[in-house]
């Protein structure tokens, strides 16, 4: 019941498509680089693309794959 109530308070949308180009332009400036690509990779070979893969803890993750 508390959950049904909160929510028909909470609303949620998605900012404007044109809203989405700032981060996105940020995102691949940084993600893009040359140095990033071998985590990339990993993340990658990791699933990360599926449904059931890494991103369904992907903090957790990252903090796996960034030890030496």
């Known amino acids: 019941m508390a959950i049904t109530g909160i929510k028909k308070l909470v609303v949620a949308t998605l900012p404007e498509d ?20 071998p985590f990339v990779q990993r993340l990658l070979g990791n699933v990360m ?3 059931d893969g890494i991103k369904t803890d992907l903090g957790a993750a990252i903090g796996r794959l960034r030890q030496p």
């Open 49 to 51: 693309q599926q449904a």
């Open 18 to 37: 044109g809203e989405f180009m700032g981060g996105l332009q940020a995102y691949f400036s940084t993600a893009g680089r040359p140095e990033h690509r």
